[in-house]
């Protein structure tokens, strides 16, 4: 069973920077959408952004665009978010997410069908 591990949350100060990864436990190739989620107590979990198998075609939420970037590297078979100007309102449980493709297309976004999940970092900002 695949498997991603997240790494790299933690406590910042708003206007701080954060990257969060998100390893998987196998080969993914180019054929896997990938997504970052947040999720805070009691709030529906949100899409923040998601890329391509290949590492084309970044979407992100408007609540982050500008701030965040998402990116990959399938040698090392890790999804990244870079994460900058963070808010208060950024604090959340964030989760990587991996669903396989025809050719690692994420066509709509946020994806509602995700196979593979992690078990989520923790961010928190304080203003």
């Known amino acids: 069973q695949l498997q991603l591990v997240e790494s790299g949350g933690g406590s910042v100060q708003s206007g701080g920077s954060l990257t969060l990864s998100c390893t998987a436990s196998e080969d993914i190739g180019s054929n896997a959408c990938m997504g970052w989620f947040r999720q805070t107590a009691g709030e529906k979990r949100e899409g923040v952004a998601q890329i391509n198998g290949g590492g084309e075609n970044p979407r992100y939420a408007d609540s982050v665009r500008g701030r965040f970037t998402i990116s990959r590297d399938n040698a090392k078979r890790t999804l990244y978010l870079q994460m900058n100007t963070l808010k208060a309102e950024d604090t959340a449980m964030y989760y990587c997410?991996?669903?396989?493709?025809?050719?690692?297309?994420?066509?709509?976004?946020?994806?509602?069908?995700?196979?593979?999940w992690g078990q989520g970092t923790q961010v928190t900002v304080s203003s």
């Open positions: 997410a991996l669903v396989f493709t025809i050719n690692g297309y994420c066509l709509r976004f946020p994806r509602d069908d995700f196979k593979y």
